[in-house]
């Protein structure tokens, strides 16, 4: 069968049960909360990737309850079933691949408890990240993990991607602050992973379900921990004339056994997109700076601050600046946390890749992935959470330019490939999703593989709860993702995604 012949059954399947699922799913979650014409479904035919998928239905449930509902009748139906928080995602996780019933869950966003005494928080899924920090500071609290997209982005989808962020280099992912979760499983039940401590009895379910990329279940509570706001914190920017001096740095800093809280790269494509706007104070002529934070006690940030400015400058830094008062910091932090969204300035499109490599190797991959750009003629920018060794190249294109996206998902995956030949893996916080799906094999045998698949029965999730995504599992998926490569690449994909 052709790849659009697969696509239109997979979608006329769907089609022919759904005006009894929206009638039901009317009937249970009320019509307020149901959308399913073709014009109010658009705007979640996407998350942050180049991947599209129409969905036939979305629901926004705000209890436990109605998701609970709203699965139960997918289920009885047998319509896939994706879970969606901001569609901030970068792998294609919340896209609709095959069709189905998205569920938003952007309305459950109740800080539910602040417990002081425990330092712990109970919360919706769709409470916003920053949202948590600014509700646990009154009472001198934070939630650490801190993904870029921090002001949009949701718990619960942090929960399914196990996000990373700049201050993760110190305290750990998201993983590492999930005590437990109140979930819904494919058939409507609900069940609790993990609990409010950190050592429960038994098999670590939590720790399997972080990261699961909304594969297994929908979580509707989440128990995660909170820190202590830091007594002193100091913000460095050190500016560099070459990217290979800003990345020994990097590797210097860490191997005179400092651990800074966060120590960030962004290079001079980055530079140029973010400073006329944001003002962070980046030079524009420098072809990298680290942003490197520090925070515990104050005599302890101050030892450190310096012992940093000397093995930067020992590895050529032009400058180094230190950044003390809150307002300078957070203008330093300001430029980071904006980059992305600010290429838009420079192209109209950008893909952003996702790559591990050991710290030691930042300047052999760095260099391999400017020279791959340069041979597809694209342009590249590198923002990253460079003490993690966790590579972000942004390609830069215009996908009105014939034969551009193709150049870029074939340059894409060579650096992916690079990363990986490097000792690295695909994806250091962004999840598989549908996006390196394809990828996965290239770090996983067959075995393991099929060991991992074992878990969505474990969890009774099923081929249609989140169908096609992070495994090469279900049969039309590869089929429906190349007819969409090929519209998007005007054709000339490669067959590296098939
Ligand atoms: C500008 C920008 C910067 C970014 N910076 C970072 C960064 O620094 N670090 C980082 O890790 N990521 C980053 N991201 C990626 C993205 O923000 C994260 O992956 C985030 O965790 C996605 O959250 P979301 O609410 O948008 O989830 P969505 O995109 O809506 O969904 C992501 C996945 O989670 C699943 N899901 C959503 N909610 C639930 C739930 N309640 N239960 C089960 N599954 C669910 C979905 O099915 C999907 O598979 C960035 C994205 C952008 C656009």
């Known amino acids: 069968m052709s790849a659009a012949a697969t696509s239109n059954a997979q979608e006329q399947a769907n089609d022919g049960v759904m005006p009894q699922v929206v009638r039901e799913l009317v009937r249970a979650l009320g019509r307020e909360r149901v959308l399913s014409t073709p014009e109010e479904l658009i705007a979640f035919e996407?998350?942050?990737?180049?991947?599209?998928?129409?969905?036939?239905?979305?629901?926004?449930p705000e209890s436990t309850e109605q998701v609970s509902a709203a699965v139960r009748i997918a289920h009885r139906f047998d319509?896939?079933?994706?879970?969606?928080?901001?569609?901030?995602g970068l792998s294609g996780g919340a896209v609709a691949t095959i069709g189905g019933v998205v569920i938003a869950l952007t309305r459950m966003k109740r800080v539910l408890e602040i417990d002081v005494a425990n330092r712990l928080a109970v919360v919706e899924p769709g409470v916003v990240n920053l949202d948590l920090s600014k509700a646990a500071a009154p009472h001198g609290l934070y939630y650490a993990p801190d993904p870029s997209s921090q002001r949009a982005c949701t718990i619960g989808g942090n929960v399914a991607e196990n996000a990373g962020g700049p201050h993760c280099l110190a305290y750990g992912a998201t993983t590492n602050h999930v005590l437990g979760a109140e979930i819904v499983l494919a058939d409507g039940e609900v069940a609790w992973l993990g609990g409010t401590t950190r050592d429960v009895a038994g098999y670590d379910l939590i720790g399997a379900f972080v990261g699961s990329e909304g594969t297994l279940a929908i979580a509707t509570k989440i128990v995660v921990r909170l820190m202590k706001l830091p007594e002193s914190t100091r913000t460095l920017l050190a500016i560099f004339d070459t990217v290979d001096d800003a990345s020994n740095s990097v590797s210097a800093i860490i191997a005179a056994g400092i651990l800074p809280s966060a120590l960030e790269m962004m290079d001079r494509n980055i530079i140029a997109a973010v400073e006329p706007v944001i003002?962070?104070?980046?030079?524009?002529?420098?072809?990298?700076?680290?942003?490197?934070?520090?925070?515990?006690?104050?005599?302890?940030?101050?030892?450190?601050?310096?012992?940093?400015?000397?093995?930067?400058?020992?590895n050529n830094a032009r400058e180094v600046r230190l950044a003390v008062a809150q307002p300078d910091r957070e203008r330093l932090w300001a430029g980071r946390?904006?980059?992305?969204?600010?290429?838009?300035?420079?192209?109209?499109?950008?893909?952003?890749?996702?790559?591990?490599?050991?710290?030691?190797?930042?300047?052999?991959?760095?260099?391999k992935t400017y020279a791959i750009?340069?041979?597809y003629g694209l342009a590249v920018a590198n923002v990253f959470h460079a003490g993690d060794g966790n590579l972000h190249p942004n390609l830069l294109f215009d996908e009105r330019d014939p034969g551009a996206t193709a150049r870029v998902l074939d340059a894409g995956a060579e650096i992916m490939r690079v990363c990986v030949d490097a000792g690295g893996s695909i994806t250091g916080e962004h999840g598989v999703?549908?996006?390196?799906?394809?990828?996965?094999?290239?770090?996983?045998?067959?075995?393991?593989?099929?060991?991992?698949?074992?878990?969505?029965?474990?969890?009774?999730?099923?081929?249609?709860?989140?169908?096609?995504?992070?495994?090469?599992?279900?049969?039309?998926?590869?089929?429906?993702?190349?007819?969409?490569?090929?519209r998007t690449a005007g054709a000339i994909g490669t067959d590296i995604y098939v």
Not at 48 to 53: D, F, H
Not at 288 to 308: F, N, P, W, Y
Request: one cysteine or more; charged letters at 25%; glycine letters at 8%.
């Open 46 to 60: 996407y998350d942050g990737t180049i991947e599209r998928g129409k969905p036939q239905a979305v629901v926004f």
């Open 79 to 88: 319509v896939p079933v994706i879970p969606r928080g901001a569609g901030t």
């Open 279 to 314: 003002h962070a104070g980046y030079p524009l002529d420098a072809e990298a700076v680290l942003l490197i934070e520090v925070d515990s006690l104050e005599e302890g940030t101050v030892e450190q601050a310096e012992a940093i400015e000397k093995l930067c400058s020992a």
């Open 337 to 367: 946390k904006t980059s992305i969204s600010a290429l838009g300035r420079l192209y109209p499109n950008y893909y952003v890749l996702d790559g591990v490599v050991p710290r030691t190797k930042l300047v052999e991959v760095l260099r």
């Open 373 to 375: 750009a340069e041979r």
């Open 433 to 486: 999703g549908l996006e390196k799906r394809d990828f996965i094999a290239w770090i996983f045998g067959p075995d393991d593989l099929a060991a991992m698949a074992k878990l969505k029965p474990a969890f009774n999730a099923g081929e249609r709860y989140n169908p096609c995504k992070a495994f090469p599992t279900h049969k039309g998926c590869g089929e429906v993702r190349q007819a969409h490569i090929q």
